[in-house]
């Protein structure tokens, strides 16, 4: 709550949340409230929300005192539950924070499960930067107006749409990376850069 300062949220087991079905119910796993302090947010476990139907809203992490700088992810962070097709499934939500943030989701060991990102990344207005080294991200990205970065590499791979912002932004794949999504650039001065055999199999827009 407000007023509350730590300097890292560590989730090695579950943080599980369930919720109801109604118009308006939001079922959250984490949330960071206004007037508290927490940098670093660092998941080698599981961070699930899960709505009880179509009309509600799932929200795995939510940080409303713009201070969350950073997200790392070896584990599983999902929100599922609400209707597919609405923008009601959040895993990260960002949004509050306008100074710029990183969500990372890091490369785990040989005979590890994969990381995985189920449901909506949302970026505030600063120069944010989303790396996804290992696993998968199945959801959209939401950037804002700071020049942001989506990076891909490994044999991660990306099935959803990236939005970026008005400022000069980059997508990177590296390694034997896929992006099969929806890339829209939002009509600022933007790079596409594809190495390795890494795979561009989706659409642009913008």
């Known amino acids: 709550g407000s007023g509350t300062a730590t300097p890292e949220i560590r989730v ?14 939001i079922t959250t ?13 660092r998941n080698s ?10 009309n509600g809203t799932a929200r795995a992490i939510v940080d409303l005192s713009g201070t969350v700088t ?19 499934n959040v895993a990260i939500d960002l949004s509050a924070n306008n ?10 060991a040989a005979g590890l499960a994969a990381p995985s990102i189920v449901g909506d990344v949302r970026f505030g207005g600063g120069n944010d930067v989303f790396d996804i080294a290992d696993g998968s991200v199945k959801g959209n990205s939401y950037f804002g107006a700071g020049n942001n970065r989506l990076s891909l590499s ?13 400022g000069s932004d980059t997508l990177a794949l590296g390694g034997t990376s896929l992006f099969s999504g929806t890339a829209d650039f939002g009509g ?11 795979r561009f199999a989706g659409k642009l827009l913008n």
Do not use: M
């Not at 087991?13 to 079905?21: F, L, Q, S, T």
């Open 70 to 88: 950073t997200v790392e992810n070896s584990g599983t962070i999902s929100a599922t539950g609400a209707l597919a097709t609405s923008d009601r």
């Open 154 to 166: 490994g044999d991660a791979t990306y099935a959803g749409l990236a939005k970026f912002g008005a």
């Open 188 to 198: 600022g001065a933007d790079t596409l850069t594809i190495a390795g055999t890494a």
């Open 29 to 41: 796993a984490i949330l960071v409230d206004t007037g508290a302090n927490l940098p670093l947010i």
């Open 45 to 54: 476990g599981a961070i699930t929300a899960k709505a009880g139907g179509d």
């Open 99 to 108: 100074a710029g943030t990183t969500v990372k989701q890091t490369a785990v």
């Open 12 to 25: 090695a087991g579950k943080v599980e949340a369930a919720g109801g079905n109604a118009v308006g119910a």
